[in-house]
């Protein structure tokens, strides 16, 4: 059982603006950043969101998120079929359950 | 530009130990804020940190399998390697590194392609 709390699975349709949350703790979320991956079918993950709401360069403006006490959200807007992917969620955890930790991943299905 | 590349055997054996690793190039380890770490999935399952090491030589480790691995790096030679001890099925998982530029708070920016081990006798 993963320490970060995700849904299983998301979905909406083209065009849509879907929202995926991350539940965590005053130990991991609630007192440092959160990351957001994207893994598309059969690759490694990829940076999707650093310090809970920066975008690195190439990734679109259509993903964004965001942070509020020790829950954490990644948007996406105008869905687009090449989004489905797997999407998990990671933060530094202060605790004895180790330094990093990551949700259980969502899985996006663009319909 | 970054890259990692994850090396090892594909299949080890229950009891035995596993050796995989981490070639990487376009960073430096001795560089201040960069980290390695390792991170594994078993097939359609979610991610699981186990491990990190840093700039400065020092080493974090996933609680649950803190006695079972050991990280290491040789920064003339661009690589970080990580053992893991009396290996069992349940350990099979693609095992992949990824870099963290902790000044940057980067975490895991670039993964490698990782590779799949699987436990079994």
């Known amino acids: 059982q993963s320490v970060l709390t995700q849904p299983p699975s998301a979905s909406g349709t083209p065009g849509q603006r879907v929202t995926i949350s991350c539940s965590g703790s005053s130990s991991n979320i609630g007192s440092n950043y959160v990351y957001w991956y994207q893994q598309l079918p059969g690759t490694a993950p990829k940076l999707l969101i650093y310090r809970n709401n920066q975008r690195p360069s190439g990734v679109p403006d259509r993903f964004s998120g965001s942070k509020s006490g020790t829950s954490a959200s990644l948007a996406i807007s105008g869905l687009r079929s090449e989004d489905e992917a797997d999407y998990y969620c990671?933060?530094?955890?202060?605790?004895?359950?180790?330094?990093?930790?990551f949700g259980g991943g969502t899985k996006l299905t663009v319909l | 530009q970054v890259t990692l590349r994850e090396s090892g055997p594909a299949l080890v054996k229950p009891t035995q130990t596993l050796t995989l690793t981490c070639t990487f190039s376009g960073f430096s380890l001795s560089t201040s804020g960069m980290c390695v770490s390792w991170i594994r999935q078993p097939p359609g399952k979610a991610l699981e940190w186990l491990a990190l090491?840093?700039?400065?030589?020092?080493?974090y480790y996933s609680t649950s399998l803190k006695t079972r691995l050991t990280i290491s790096k040789d920064t003339s030679k661009n690589q970080v390697v990580l053992t893991m001890t009396n290996m069992d099925p349940v350990d099979t998982a693609t095992y992949y590194c990824?870099?963290?530029?902790?000044?940057?708070?980067?975490?895991?920016?670039?993964w490698g392609q990782g590779t799949m081990v699987t436990v079994s006798s």
């Open positions: 090491i840093d700039w400065d030589d020092d080493k």
């Open positions: 990671a933060a530094w955890d202060d605790s004895l359950s180790g330094l990093w930790v």
């Open positions: 990824a870099r963290s530029d902790w000044l940057s708070k980067l975490a895991f920016d670039i």
